[in-house]
């Protein structure tokens, strides 16, 4: 017979506890076991804090990025209001009795054929009646009686703050008007203003090469392009007052 005989399991006497909660005085490993299944109060405590302050910081975090992103936005939306509204310059009076405008005789010449007499005269009952009394130089009036031509025409461009030039079919054929066209350029070659062509009853590929660098005004509507020359004249006297107001300061 083997040494160690079977079990005779009628014969084991199981140990009977009469307090059920006390199994583990018992059977000891029972007791490890509901140690493992026990959660931790600690831990609970923990997670629970963690999650709520995870949910704190998530419920906060919308109305702090909200309050950060206007705050950005009010920041970025005043500084592109306050730099979309460049400062103008100030009014500049070009009827003042120390303004440079007076310097010369004329405010403005006006360059054209015989033939264009009637319109010339129109623009120059239009300039000289604005309310600045804008000063024009017109040949057949303002000339000296007996006075060389030349001379007469290099002193209107030499006297004048700017030059209007009526580039007609009749302008480009007068010899005369050619002339005086190239003395105002050579008075004034970069001149910003103060040269200013109207181009009237020619196609554009006639205007003339000279004046190419230069824009034009072309006469479509009579009481629009006098506005145009008007215009044009009382920006080049605003800016020649106000620099040289800058440069006595």
């Not at 190239?182 to 009237?200: D, F, S, W, Y």
């Not at 009579?222 to 145009?228: G, L």
Request: proline share 6%; hydrophobic share 35%.
């Amino acid at each position: 017979m083997s040494r160690f005989s079977a079990l005779d399991l009628t014969k084991v006497q199981i140990p009977v506890c009469s307090h059920p909660d006390r199994w583990d005085l018992v059977y000891p490993y029972g007791w490890f076991r509901r140690l493992l299944q026990k959660p931790k109060q600690s831990s609970i405590h923990t997670s629970s804090s963690s999650h709520s302050t995870a949910s704190h910081s998530l419920s906060s975090s919308p109305s702090s990025f909200s309050s950060s992103s206007s705050s950005v936005w009010s920041s970025s939306s005043s500084s592109s209001t306050s730099t979309a509204q460049p400062s103008r310059p100030a009014p500049v009076d070009i009827s003042s009795s120390s303004s440079a405008r007076w310097v010369k005789s004329y405010d403005v010449c006006i360059c054209h054929s015989e033939v264009d007499l009637e319109f010339v005269e129109e623009l120059v009952s239009y300039l000289e009646s604005q309310p600045q009394s804008l000063r024009c130089f017109l040949q057949l009036r303002d000339g000296v009686a007996g006075g060389a031509v030349m001379t007469e025409l290099c002193e209107a461009v030499q006297n004048s703050h700017c030059w209007v030039m009526l580039i007609t079919p009749s302008f480009l054929q007068d010899p005369w008007c050619r002339y005086q066209m190239h003395q105002a350029l050579a008075e004034a070659p970069m001149a910003n203003g103060r040269t200013i062509p109207v181009l009237k009853d020619i196609d554009r590929k006639d205007y003339p090469k000279e004046l190419r660098n230069l824009y034009y005004i072309y006469v479509a509507l009579k009481e629009n392009s006098f506005r145009q020359i008007r215009d044009t004249v009382l920006r080049y006297l605003e800016e020649l007052c106000r620099s040289s107001t800058s440069g006595m300061q």
